[in-house]
């Protein structure tokens, strides 16, 4: 099975306009798909690429090509980890946001509903000591709602985190298994899907996901090159999505509008992307992870 599938690599890709001694991020590096097909569509283009990833297992599929470098850690310390390569401008930056197909099906790793493992959920051991078994068995009733609710919209999100709290009173909750065992009475509708969401959720909050592509976004504004610097992102989630489409209209993750002094609008890009890039049916039927995907690009004015 392939580490991961690239979800959107032809759009996403495509809409960096590549060009010949520029500077490239891919921001979520995972199986390096996104990474060898910039590679491969620069061609004799001697460009830079820098691959993060704060997930230690993805450094073993680091591409062997001298103009690729993989960097181990959290894209939100974007620019830190640019400007030790002597980096201080980037010419496009590519995030294909979510969790990896190899994650997902690395059962001790924690992602998936599927698999008896521990409670666990870091995409990297090395970024954070809190792990999903942390947040039900030590977060309060709110705030498990608060987590439940907007991170994975679950609809039921007050009664299952008031189950969870008077669950974890009687043993915490170590595995996947113990947790089932709490959420499973309290599913409401399609079972797979209730459960991605109850697991979404979790996930997001242990790996601080929202907090961490809002430092990426700000620091990739300040980066790209003015008048053609491209943004490509590629999410999976509607809070995701309208953090970036926000980003790419006002440059702020709530979307509030700046004004200078003579009151016009700071728009920091033009948008290449009116509505966003979907995939086609033909991609989804290849590869299902990719239903919930959706592209949004910009050039830096």
């Known amino acids: 099975m392939a580490y991961h599938v690239p979800v959107l690599a032809g759009e996403s890709v495509g809409l960096l306009d590549l060009r010949s ?19 491969e569509q620069a061609g004799s283009k001697d460009l830079r ?13 680091a591409l062997n090509d001298s103009r ?17 390569h002597g980096v201080t401008r980037i010419d496009g930056l590519l995030a ?9 099906d690395e059962a001790e790793r924690g992602f998936s509903y599927r698999f008896e493992a521990p409670l666990d959920m870091r995409m990297g051991t ?9 947040v039900v068995n030590h977060y309060s009733p709110e705030d498990l709602q608060k987590v439940l609710g907007e991170y994975g919209e679950v609809r ?4 299952l985190a008031l189950a969870i709290a008077e669950a974890r009173e009687q043993a915490p909750m170590a595995t996947i298994q113990d947790f089932l065992q709490v959420v499973n009475p309290w599913v409401r509708g399609s079972r797979p899907r209730y459960l991605a969401q109850v697991f979404q959720a979790l996930r997001i909050e242990v790996n601080d996901e929202i907090g961490a592509l809002t430092d990426l976004l700000a620091q990739a504004t300040d980066l790209l090159i003015p008048t053609h610097g491209r943004l490509s992102v590629i999410s999976y989630h509607s809070l995701e999505d309208r953090i970036t489409k926000n980003f790419l209209k006002t440059g702020n993750a709530d979307g509030s509008v700046v004004k200078d002094f003579y009151g016009n609008i700071d728009r ?3 948008i290449l992307t009116k509505k966003p890039v979907l995939p086609s049916a033909e991609e989804i039927q290849q590869n299902p992870r990719a239903r919930s995907a959706k592209l949004r ?4 004015r």
């Open 68 to 84: 690729f470098t993989f960097v181990t850690a959290n894209f939100r310390h974007l620019s830190n980890f640019l400007r030790l």
């Open 268 to 270: 920091p890009y033009k």
């Open 21 to 39: 001694g520029g500077v490239y991020v891919d921001a979520t590096f995972g199986g390096g798909g996104h990474s060898r097909f910039i590679l």
């Open 96 to 104: 294909d946001l979510g969790v990896s197909s190899h994650q997902f």
């Open 156 to 159: 039921n999100a007050r009664s």
């Open 297 to 300: 690009a910009g050039t830096r």
């Open 49 to 61: 690429l820098f691959g993060f990833d704060q997930d230690e297992a993805a450094q073993a599929n």
């Open 126 to 134: 090395k970024t954070t000591d809190r792990t999903a078994a942390d």
